[in-house]
Each structure stands twice: as structure tokens, then as C-alpha cells.
């Protein structure tokens, strides 16, 4: 038995993954300001930190990507409800290794980062419980 999605639940998932987009692009936004933060360790560590906030950005953007063009091409499909939770778990993973370390800095954003990022996860996961 198929599930029976209405556009509603789409829309939902539109938002919620332009959410996952709009954090990508504030976390990308923020580099420049969290790489002066830690201006007193070395060189090389600062660009594994610029390349690591980078890359979480990017990642946030993909997700984000990919649930709202799932949502707009293929509305009402199971396949992109899977494709939905899929991407909320891999981010609700992400944030366990986040929260594992950032939990850990005496930096506010670093420490609001995996707050953020539970939200965008939960509102992944909303948008499929959705019917």
C-alpha cells in the first residue's frame, strides 16, 4: 500500500530544505568571521578549520538541495519521502559528531552549531511525518 502524500507535505519539505540551504549558505557566510576567532593557533590548523567549516557548509547545502529538488520534481513520490529521511539521518549523524566535538569549544557559534543543525534535521524528518 502506497503512502498518500498531499502537496501540502511537499511544501513542506520545500521549506524544510531551503532551511538546510539557508543554514549551508550562513555557515559558509560565517567563515570568514570564525577563522579570526581562532587567530592564535598555526597556519596549517586554520586552514583544516577554514577547509572543515567549509565543507559542513557544503554539506548543508547539498541535503538541502537535494530534499527541495526531490520535492519540486517528484512531489507526491515515495521514493523521494525515502530520499528525505535518508538525508535527515545522514544530517542527524553529522550532528552527533559536531555536538561530540564543537560541545566541547569555548566559542558560542561553534557551540549553537549543533542546535542549528537539529533543527534542520528535525525539520527534515517533520516534513516526511507530514500526511
Known amino acids: 500500500m502506497t503512502p498518500d502524500?498531499?502537496?501540502?507535505t511537499s511544501l513542506v519539505r520545500i521549506?524544510?530544505?531551503?532551511?538546510?540551504?539557508?543554514?549551508?549558505v550562513v555557515h559558509i557566510m560565517m567563515t570568514g568571521a570564525m577563522a579570526k576567532e581562532f587567530k592564535f593557533i598555526i597556519t596549517a590548523h586554520r586552514k583544516i578549520?577554514?577547509?572543515?567549516?567549509i565543507v559542513q557548509g557544503l554539506f548543508f547545502l547539498s541535503i538541502g538541495s537535494i530534499v527541495t529538488l526531490l520535492a519540486i520534481v517528484w512531489p507526491l513520490g515515495?521514493?523521494?519521502?525515502l530520499v528525505t529521511r535518508v538525508c535527515a539521518a545522514v544530517l542527524f549523524c553529522l550532528v552527533l559528531v559536531i555536538g561530540s566535538t564543537?560541545?566541547?569549544s569555548e566559542k558560542i557559534?561553534?557551540?549553537a552549531e549543533p542546535i542549528a543543525a537539529?533543527?534542520?534535521a528535525f525539520a527534515l524528518l517533520a516534513a516526511c511525518?507530514?500526511?
Open 5 to 8: 502524500f498531499s502537496i501540502s
Open 15 to 24: 521549506l524544510s530544505g531551503m532551511l538546510c540551504i539557508v543554514f549551508g
Open 49 to 53: 578549520f577554514i577547509m572543515t567549516w
Open 78 to 81: 515515495t521514493v523521494s519521502i
Open 102 to 104: 564543537g560541545s566541547q
Open 109 to 111: 557559534l561553534i557551540r
Open 118 to 120: 537539529v533543527a534542520a
Open 129 to 131: 511525518a507530514i500526511q
